[in-house]
């Protein structure tokens, strides 16, 4: 057994199985600090799947994660929690509460898990809402707003408590260019300033290539991980046709020599 | 996700100082969510100063940029220089206004006067009797449709509905109806044996079954199983726009939804109640073998009490209890809101609409079967 790793999440020799379905295997990789980790590849090669085993809604068939050295596969149900709440997890389709407003989506983690004042707390729901563009939509009901301000009001919601770790499902899809570019300066803006590590789920190329600071490319071919680096550099120096394929939209080139 | 600005050995509590006449707002010690309350001091002028001090500021999460948000939004203009904030402070707080609010937005949905209560109320009843009302002459026209040949469904979900609420009730139907007959043969048993008359417990239970309780219990418990799983399931689909797709394919969802269900149920009902008519009584000479009556003569009393028209009463009863039914169910189904507590609600409203209409309807045959005297 070698030492315990010390990146904010590693994952080691996982591998995913739905029954004797294996999703992916052998997948070993790390997620740093303030890095903006994108998982990407081609639709339904398991990567919310992945998502999914990293948040503990499914147990690996094999392998560990760590988070900052300590397991969280191994850890006992009631000190899971502990790992849980430096989580914010924001799903695919936004998956807010459909019978709370937007404000009470954002308020329900804050009165749940602190102490403080009625009126701290719609301030700061305000606040989150805010940053995600969505002020003054605070008493309206998730079936109420558009699926693109659903799915800001998840990322509003998964900041609730200020968590270290964020976990984003798809965040732009179904979003609008601009809001979608806008999204990209939030996650940015709140990497530098707040520090947040995040783990993104996406195959959005303009995204990918604007905030990625490391991506992990899943491959449906070989069912592992295909490559894992600095995107740009993926795209252009990649040893995995299928890798340069991917960032490149098809369009694929010779890799280039490595000035 | 915290950020120190400057570190600390024991933090202060949070303070918030506004100086020079609120032209400088100082802002001092450890901002977070275990901290104490935030202590403000001076007077806030409304909106933001014109300068921060943040020299003793120790560290912040969301508590700060949430105050000083609430602070900016009192403000007439939405441009602020935010001097003398840290940088990652600043970001946030540029962020966080970047896009105005949509001041149109926030309505005020409820303003309590009990006048206006009333009137949404009966506005809101009004226009539930009318969705009653057009639902109702809908399933007419489907049925009108489906009997020219026009209506379109699948006929594998008639199929399926048809098992779903014919053959998979027959269990639930069996217990309860066989308790009915059991308990109604006890009961009359207990007074007409005062008279000696213990026989007659044949009758009671033959007549009681065949006219009301047979077809009665079988419509509450399909209520209770087949119209709140309609409601469920219809409401779910419209929940999820897969009601919209159908009809965007041009497909009716009337036709399509609730035709096979309101078929199915109909023709299920009647055949249901005679089973359960028979359990009933089965039941009931159970009841009357275990105090003696041999099984011949209770067998004899029962077919001779029951002529054709008493025992056709509660199965003509059955078609009206089963559209019943199956019209409330899929009509708070396909009117449900698009919410997963509006699924629950439609399926409680499914419930109680088609027990309601079971019996308000029962009572009305009672009427006319009276004045027909049949």
Not at chain 1, 28 to 55: A, N, P, Q, W, Y
Not at chain 2, 46 to 75: I, K, M, N, V, Y
Not at chain 2, 117 to 139: D, P
């Amino acid at each position: 057994m070698s030492a315990p790793p010390t990146a904010k999440i590693s994952v080691r020799d996982l591998t995913m199985a739905y029954g004797s379905f294996v999703v992916m295997k052998d997948l070993e990789f790390d997620v740093l600090e303030r890095d903006i980790f994108i998982i990407m590849g081609g639709s339904g090669c398991g990567k919310s799947t992945l998502l999914r085993h990293l948040i503990g809604l499914r147990e690996p068939a094999r392998g560990e994660v760590f988070y900052d050295g300590a397991s969280f596969t191994a850890a006992p149900t009631a000190d899971r929690e502990r790992f849980i709440r430096r989580f914010g997890v924001m799903y695919q389709s936004g998956a807010l509460w459909s019978s709370l407003t937007l404000a009470e989506n954002v308020a329900l983690p804050l009165e749940e898990f602190t102490r403080l004042p009625a009126r701290t707390i719609r301030d700061i729901v305000s606040y989150k809402l805010s940053l995600v563009g969505l002020a003054g939509f605070e008493d309206y009901y998730p079936s109420q707003v558009s699926g693109g301000m659903n799915k800001r009001a998840g990322i509003a919601r998964a900041m609730a408590l200020d968590p270290d770790i964020l976990f984003l499902d798809e965040p732009s899809a179904g979003l609008d260019p601009l809001s979608a570019r806008r999204l990209d300066d939030l996650i940015l803006r709140l990497r530098d300033s707040l520090g947040s590590t995040f783990v993104i789920v996406t195959h959005e190329l303009a995204s990918i290539f604007a905030i990625g600071s490391n991506a992990l490319f899943l491959d449906t071919a070989t069912r592992t991980q295909g490559a894992i680096g600095p995107p740009c550099h993926l795209r252009d120096h990649s040893e995995s046709a299928t890798v340069r394929s991917f960032l490149n939209r098809g369009e694929d080139s010779a890799p280039e020599t490595q000035p | 996700m915290k950020v120190a600005v400057q570190g600390s050995a024991s933090p202060r509590p949070p303070r918030a100082t506004w100086q020079q006449e609120g032209r400088v707002l100082r802002l001092e010690g450890r901002w977070h969510r275990d901290a104490p309350p935030p202590v403000l001091e001076g007077t806030a002028p409304p909106g933001l100063p014109e300068r921060f001090d943040c020299t003793q500021l120790e560290e912040f999460d969301s508590t700060l940029p949430a105050f000083l948000l609430a602070h900016a939004r009192l403000a007439a203009t939405s441009s602020f220089a935010w001097d003398g904030l840290p940088d990652n402070l600043r970001g946030l707080m540029q962020l966080a206004l970047g896009v105005p609010e949509q001041s149109d937005a926030r309505g005020s949905p409820h303003d309590g006067s009990e006048l206006r209560a009333l009137g949404e109320w009966t506005l809101r009843t009004w226009k539930a009797t009318r969705a009653t009302l057009a639902f109702v002459g809908e399933s007419v026209q489907s049925l009108g449709r489906f009997a020219v040949g026009r209506a379109r469904f699948r006929g594998r979900d008639f199929w399926e509905v048809l098992q779903q609420c014919g053959a998979e009730a027959l269990p639930i139907v069996a217990l309860i109806s066989f308790l009915v007959g059991l308990i109604l043969a006890f009961v009359g048993n207990v007074q007409l044996a005062n008279f000696g008359a213990n026989l007659f417990v044949a009758d009671l239970v033959a007549i009681a079954m065949v006219r009301e309780m047979g077809v009665m219990m079988t419509a509450i418990i399909m209520s209770g199983r087949t119209g709140a799983a309609f409601a469920a399931h219809l409401g779910s689909m419209q929940a999820n726009e897969e009601i919209d797709a159908l009809r965007t394919f041009g497909l009716q969802p009337f036709d399509f939804l609730v035709l096979p269900r309101l078929l199915a149920l109909v023709l299920m009902m009647p055949l249901l109640t005679i089973y359960s008519n028979l359990i009933g009584i089965l039941g009931g000479m159970l009841v009357g073998i275990s105090v003696g009556i041999p099984p011949v003569l209770y067998w004899n009393e029962t077919v001779e009490s029951i002529t054709l028209t008493t025992a056709s009463l509660g199965v003509f009863k059955s078609f009206f209890f089963g559209a019943a039914i199956a019209v409330a169910g899929c009509m708070t189904g396909m009117n449900a809101g698009r919410s997963s507590a509006a699924v629950g609600e439609a399926t409680t409203r499914a419930v109680v609409a088609s027990i309601t209409a079971v019996i308000v309807l029962d009572s009305g045959f009672a009427a006319i079967f009276t004045l027909l005297d049949i």
